[in-house]
């Protein structure tokens, strides 16, 4: 044999065999198989663009779980107690700051009524008569009337009636001031206590927190993020409460002060001609 046939044996038995082996594959078996090649062919430029485009994202929005609501829901009664306590403490003070605000513009209105008419009448009397019955400068004239007209025959004729008309024109005066002055230490109050209820909540939540971490023994995140957004709800709030009521207490001394000059003011001139005798 020569060295060709011994290089072409090998080769001549590889194409013997696989001769053999597709001649016993089954008809249909061949004819799924070359059927099942174009549908493989189609689908895959639909699965790369799937793969290209990235995964669908869901567009449903998520209740948070953290919020006001979830603190009013999940919360206990002490944590509750203390959300209704500040919220008392607001409505109270917004109440005040509402309230002290249409009573200086109203006394405001009248120092400029009494301005323009009480002293261009011919009398204290029919001045005072000129003003409306709810003014302050209406109540000093009648005050100091009063104290003139029932000086003389009474208990305190003994001291001199400048210091008696005086008297009861401050006492006057003071009752105006004191009117002003109501429901401010609510305002102060609330100022100074609330940014301590907020840290009282706070702190009550920080405990949740480290009990919540105790309990199950790992610090994940399910388990601290609900206890500490509801201590820092806590702090917004008592924040909320303090600002408003520290800004409106500044403003309504402040507001006051400049009422109660032109009160002082009108009561001085009142004085003065109340001694001249003129009635």
Known sequence: MSLTQLVRAPFVAALIALA???????TAALAQAAASAPAADAAA??????????????????????????L?????????????????????????????????????????????????????KKG???????????????????????HEGTMVESIDKHTWIGMSIQRAVD???????????ILA????????????????????????IGTSGQASIDKVAGPVGEALIMTAIGLAVAVPAVMGYNWLIRRNKSAME??????????????????
């Not at 100074?192 to 909540?201: E, M, Y």
């Not at 032109?262 to 009635?279: C, E, H, I, W, Y």
């Open 20 to 26: 053999t082996v597709a001649s016993s594959l089954p």
């Open 45 to 70: 430029p639909v699965a790369a663009a799937a793969v290209a485009a990235g995964p669908t994202i869901s567009k449903e929005s998520v209740a948070n779980p953290y919020g006001l609501e979830a």
């Open 72 to 124: 009013w829901r999940d919360g206990d009664i002490i944590s509750r107690t203390t959300l209704i306590i500040m919220v008392i403490m607001s409505m109270a003070s917004w109440y005040v700051i509402f309230t002290k605000l249409f009573e200086q513009s109203k006394l405001m209105k009248s120092a400029k009524v009494a301005s323009q008419s009480f002293w261009t009448a011919g009398s204290i």
């Open 128 to 150: 005072a008569e000129s003003l409306d019955e709810a003014s302050a400068f209406r109540f000093i004239a009648e005050s100091g009337l009063k104290a003139s007209d029932h």
């Open 175 to 185: 009752n105006i001031n004191s009117r002003l002055q109501d429901g401010l230490a």
């Open 189 to 212: 109050t609330v100022g100074s206590t609330a940014p301590f209820v907020g840290l009282f909540g706070t702190v009550w939540g920080i405990l949740h927190a480290l009990t919540s």
């Open 262 to 279: 032109s009160v002082r003011t009108f009561s001085g001139d009142l004085l003065n001609v109340l001694l001249a005798g003129k009635r």
